[in-house]
């Protein structure tokens, strides 16, 4: 079946770098991805969002890259701190009613002082 | 506004047991999900909600039913807790008008020994 997948399950990156954490996607028809933090204990937080009629978006310190051609989204963050420490998803919106979304497995992204 | 709040946050389930995992929102939402996260797994989603009175399965819904009688209330209810339901549990909200990003509860941890 149709599913998003990440490349790396673990990033290291030191603190004040860029990271960019990758995912890939299967379903050509999907309109709209999302990425999520995921805190320890905690649940999924928005960070940022992009529909497929677009190849770029940025918000405050992250930027989301979206290349349809091959199917592949990823995650930029700037300047990385210590509080971004967390895994990332992300996430395609099915096709269909009900604004169902799937969520790939999961980048945990560790930050080194 | 509190969110998406969820209880309780951790139970311990014997097999055959049964229990509600409660779900209310205050932002009016029409849309809401579960999902269960499995370790180092992403998020599927159970059952969800477009609206009071209409409930549909989602991904993995064997085991597991739902109810919307209030636009507030998404109880989760587990008639006879197997040893594969132990997970985290998040139920999530969304306005239809106003875009796809989620809010998600704080999760409940249920184990199923």
């Known amino acids: 079946g149709e599913s998003v997948g990440l490349h790396l399950p673990t990033l290291s990156v030191q603190e004040g770098d860029n990271s960019i954490i990758n995912c890939a996607y299967s379903n050509s028809a999907s309109d709209y991805f999302i990425w999520y933090k995921q805190e320890s204990g905690k649940g999924p937080q928005f960070i940022i969002d992009i529909r497929s009629n677009m190849d770029k978006r940025q918000g405050q310190r992250v930027t989301v890259l979206l290349n349809k051609t091959v199917k592949h989204l990823s995650l930029q963050i700037a300047a990385t701190q210590p509080g971004d420490s967390a895994v990332y998803f992300c996430?395609?919106?099915?096709?269909?009613?009900?604004?169902?979304?799937?969520f790939g497995t999961g980048t945990q992204l560790k930050v080194e002082l | 506004n509190a969110g998406v709040t969820q209880t309780p946050k951790f139970r311990i389930l014997k097999i055959g047991q049964s229990m509600t995992l409660q779900c209310t929102q205050d932002?009016?939402?029409?849309?809401m999900y579960w999902y269960r996260q499995d370790p180092g797994m992403g998020l599927k989603l159970i059952y969800y909600s477009v609206g009071a009175g209409i409930t549909d399965k989602g991904e993995v819904p064997n085991g597991y039913n739902v109810s919307r009688s209030t636009t507030e209330d998404f109880p989760l209810r587990l008639e006879l807790a197997a040893p594969s339901q132990t997970s985290v549990y998040f139920c999530?909200?969304?306005?239809?008008?106003?875009?796809?990003?989620?809010?998600f509860g704080s999760g409940t941890r249920l184990t199923v020994v």
């Open positions: 996430a395609e919106k099915l096709a269909g009613g009900g604004n169902k979304l799937t």
């Open positions: 999530a909200s969304i306005d239809r008008d106003r875009g796809l990003g989620y809010t």
């Open positions: 932002m009016n939402h029409n849309y």
